[in-house]
């Protein structure tokens, strides 16, 4: 049934890019908000960014505003982060997620807030 599927990880050096992408089957892709979160080993999950169902609002963790950019094509089902500037601190890796319902909770995102989850693609920053 719902299936999410993460590309696009690999390697990059300090201040490259990478893009992101997560192809969704089984649900109305365009009535649901998605969001991409990371984990790093040893660290607890983290969320990433948040768009709304139908692409109109964003949200973005502080640690990656301004560097970072989500987007979605409903057309195609597709969510893709587009990370820019990257970090060492930027390793991890990288889950597509879909939210409960049409609205991005960025109060508090909680993985609580979301219901599937793809496998994963990993992103390593370093030189």
């Known amino acids: 049934q719902v299936q999410l599927v993460e590309s696009g990880g690999g390697l990059a050096q300090p201040g490259g890019s990478l893009r992101l992408s997560c192809v969704a089957s089984?649900?109305?892709?365009?009535?649901?908000?998605m969001s991409w979160a990371r984990q790093a080993p040893g660290k607890e999950l983290e969320w990433v960014s948040g768009i709304e169902n139908d692409g109109s609002d964003t949200h973005y963790a502080d640690s990656v505003k301004g560097r970072f950019t989500i987007s979605r094509d409903n057309a195609k089902n597709m969510l893709y982060l587009q990370m820019n500037n990257l970090k060492p601190e930027d390793t991890a890796r990288y889950y597509c997620?879909?939210?409960?319902?049409?609205?991005?909770?960025?109060?508090?995102?909680?993985?609580?807030?979301?219901?599937?989850w793809g496998q994963g693609t990993q992103v390593t920053v370093f030189s």
């Open positions: 089984g649900f109305a892709f365009e009535s649901y908000a």
């Open positions: 997620a879909k939210a409960l319902g049409g609205v991005v909770q960025a109060i508090t995102p909680s993985p609580l807030d979301y219901d599937y």
